[in-house]
């Protein structure tokens, strides 16, 4: 078995060495203030919670083995997390929700940069012990890598006051929604720093976060910090009524090109960045899907959350036709996989993994 090296600074560089999520014991978790924002008002999720049932788990877990067997195939190195026990309640001094989540999607959680790995805040109650299923890779690696820094960002307090009650309506409407992501106005408030790590996008020296849902400005400022050596810049979407996660809206394919989801589209001020460096912004091709999987919390636009292997190389969900076709057209070899009977666990291609090791090193992109 090769030893381990944690490596990775940004989204496309040739990737030897990856997480890939499970399906095992997935929870759809009782209604709390940060997740249920985020529930569509139309989903059939309202007001359902327990264990998933077990042939969508056997599903879901069907695909991501053969997801995992695919990238082995091509001579990556797939790692998989060790379940706990999803059904029990995540209690602390501060709160208490009767389940947790389950361990999908790593991408959520584990936010690589460089040689360390860090742990999020995270923002559900539901994922306060998340990164309790990914602790024996963690300590695989730091016993295997004398190199490897395991950090873990301070963990939250998600007392209500990190939540602004005007979110907790389930009858909110899509225009007010839009009118609140307009203002910045987002269910987390500015309580104690918050992020997901799937908020945030790796450009070598600078890191991308989008400020929504799951991430406030004190979790980006607290990025800040601790990333001394990067520039991090804050970023929104505002035509996203429901905005978690950047990486259903904003895909780097290879230095240059970026796909932008055109409903979210990246306000003129901040593409500025990228333009002056003759980085192209594209729209993302439409999905192919009118509506998400049941039980699903992700919008259909898990079409464009795709795995970039290297810079010509790109994993594609398999019924994604037009997300494939347009990928093809920017020059990308196009790999499809089947995953879309697993996107109810937490998300697509990008989101069901989390980076252990690509080449390469850190470069300045925007200089
Ligand atoms: N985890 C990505 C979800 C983003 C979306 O629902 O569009």
Known sequence: MTKTIVNSWNEWDPLRHVIVGRADDCHIPPAEPALDAKVPED???RGQWGRRPQDTIDRANELLDGFAALLEGRGIRVDRPTPIDHAQPATTPDFHTDSQFGCMPPRDVLLTV???ILEATMSYRCR?????NYRPLMQRYFEEDPRFRHESAPKPRLTDADYHPDYLSDKI???KRLEWAAAKHFVTTEEEPLFDAADVLRFGRDLVVQHGFTTNLKGIEWLRRHFPDHRVHAVNFPGDPYPIHI???FTPLRPGLILNNPQRRLPDAQRQMFERNGWDIVDAAQPAHNSPPPLCYSSTWLSMNVLVLDPKTVCVEASEVYQMEQMDKLGMNVIPVALRD???FGGGLHCCTADVYREGQCEDYFP
Do not use: H, I, K, R
């Open 43 to 45: 989903s059939d999720m």
């Open 247 to 249: 990486d259903a809206t």
């Open 173 to 175: 409407g899509n225009a």
């Open 128 to 132: 306060w012990f998340e990164y309790l």
């Open 114 to 116: 460089g040689s360390e």
């Open 342 to 344: 697993a996107y109810a």
